[in-house]
Nanobody, 127 residues
């Protein structure tokens, strides 16, 4: 079992920045690829970014590429999402999730590969 707790959401103006954090506890954090997903009101959950368990590989959705940066600390058992140049369309509940992909360099954009999920944190970008 892995417990995930997100923090860092809030209200920001267009062009602003936020840093989300996800703290993990339970099983060995370094065994899990981590991902961030988001869900806006009335829309389906969508993939944002993923990082492999060894931290060496990342993959970003086109909509956030160049603006968002994911990182992880396998000592502190945390994964962070630095979000810059925020847009109103980034408004959503952001979820971190953990996937045991068995291989340290693998990443995944598929929500159904992520077994553990946090409760989410709201990000609102005002225009």
């Amino acid at each position: 079992q892995v417990q995930l707790v997100e923090s860092g959401g809030g209200l920001v103006q267009t062009g602003g920045s936020l840093r989300l954090s996800c703290a993990a506890s339970g099983r060995t954090f370094s065994n899990y690829a981590m991902g961030w997903f988001r869900q806006a009101p009335g829309k389906e959950r969508e993939f944002v970014v993923t990082i492999s368990s060894n931290g060496g590989n990342t993959y970003y959705a086109d909509s956030v590429k160049g603006r968002f940066t994911i990182s992880r600390d396998n000592i502190k058992n945390t994964v962070s999402l630095q979000m810059n140049s925020l847009k109103p369309e980034d408004t959503a509940v952001y979820y971190c999730a953990a996937a045991d992909l068995l291989v340290s360099f693998r990443t995944s954009t598929a929500a159904n590969e992520y077994r553990y999920w946090g409760q989410g944190t709201q990000v609102t970008v005002s225009s």
